[in-house]
């Protein structure tokens, strides 16, 4: 089925990802690994109904959702020790480029 093929492929660059969020500052790192969370969240429903994926529309409860940003957010806060070592600094763009593969 090519949705369970993209949506694993969406994972693999979820987690790829969650790697390039140390290159962030902290305050982009929470929003995009919120938003990483979250749609990957839908990802899992949508594999978690099968054939009827499509049925009706595939969503993260407001309940649930809270759970998730919660939970990204807490992932990003064990990170904040490292930051202090290591504190965020904006990349020259012609590195961004390099790391990202876009020419």
Do not use: Q
Not at 15 to 36: I, P, Q
Not at 79 to 84: E, I, K, M, Q, W
């Amino acid at each position: 089925m090519l949705t369970l093929r993209l949506l694993h492929e969406a994972e693999r660059f979820y987690h790829s990802g969650d790697e390039g969020l140390w290159d962030l500052s902290f305050r982009s790192a929470c929003g995009v690994s919120v938003a990483r969370s979250v749609y990957s969240e839908i990802g899992r429903r949508v594999v978690a109904r099968g054939a009827r994926a499509w049925d009706e529309r595939a969503y993260v409860s407001g309940t649930r959702k809270i759970c998730v940003v919660f939970g990204a957010v807490a992932r990003l806060i064990c990170s904040v020790p490292a930051r202090v070592v290591r504190p965020w600094s904006p990349a020259p763009l012609s590195i961004v480029r390099k790391a990202s593969n876009v020419h």
